[in-house]
């Protein structure tokens, strides 16, 4: 789901409330400039600002896979984060640069496919990035659910077009290019927990991180109002000052999307405007888009996916 590196969305993020808004903190202190994973600013630091949660006294840097503890992958039923197939997503708003307004559109769907991943079986999900009506980022995505709750991601295809034509695709999948997986989203989110890394994958500088910031608010958007949200902020361990808050509904997900005091210059503004179920035909033209994303990172990528299998229907 709406990510962090992707296209309009890197760490840039409709309306969302002030009390929501956390400011950045610290510098890291790191090997960031290699692209060495790193702890948060506040974990590199020592210490946080009060308007965050105390860091871990021993933060960890990357997230290591429960390889065996996790019985049925693909049943993703974490309540702030649940994906079954077949669902959709809307998210509209606007990037705001220069002070100039641009109509954006993020559109996530969870398709009936699964994809063997570093020995892993995932659920395939589908992105897509629209800006001012051009589509400029579509993408598919891996997750999968251990035994204790937690939601990883395992990699990624992305497409970013110009003019309709791809001119980058940012892959990586677990285990391939000394690529992990991530925590998307922890079992039982709440302020105070220590950051956690969402993937490394150094071949596309790829090591963004996330922490629960907010707990137990309540939160209204275009779908409707909300009870017991939380609030996730995310950033890129190299770019620790551009910062992307992230507001999650309970047996929803992502319901709203802004940015925390960050120091970029083009940032978003995102909220849900439509959640539902997608029907049998529409159910079946997703699985094609995503099947000829796959298919082309066959052909553009063979050192990433090339020792993959193809992604299945889901029996």
Known sequence: MISIRKRGLAC??????????????????SEAAQRTPAASPGEAAGGATPSQPP???SPQLTEEFPYGHA???TSIDNQFLPLEPGTYWKWDGVTIEDGEETP?????????MTKVIDGVTTVVGYDEDWSDGELVEAEIFFAAQDDDGNVWRLGEYPEEYEDGEIVATPAWLAGVEDALA???????????QRSYAQGWAPAVEWADRGWVTLDGSSECVAVGCFEDVIVVEEWDIAEPLLRQLKVHAPGVGVIRVDWSGSADDELELLELVEFKQLSDAELA??????????????D???VVF???????RRS
């Open 285 to 298: 033209y997703l699985r094609s888009r995503a099947l000829a994303l796959e298919e082309r990172a066959y």
């Open 300 to 302: 553009l990528l063979p």
């Open 104 to 112: 954006h559109q993020i559109i996530t769907m969870i398709t009936d």
């Open 306 to 312: 090339g020792g993959s299998e193809p992604m299945q």
């Open 12 to 29: 840039r993020s409709v309306m969302a409330a002030v009390a929501l808004l956390v400011p950045a903190c610290g510098v890291i202190q």
């Open 182 to 192: 991530g925590v998307m989203m922890p079992a039982d989110p709440a302020r105070g």
């Open 55 to 57: 860091p871990s006294e």
């Open 71 to 73: 019985s049925d992958p």
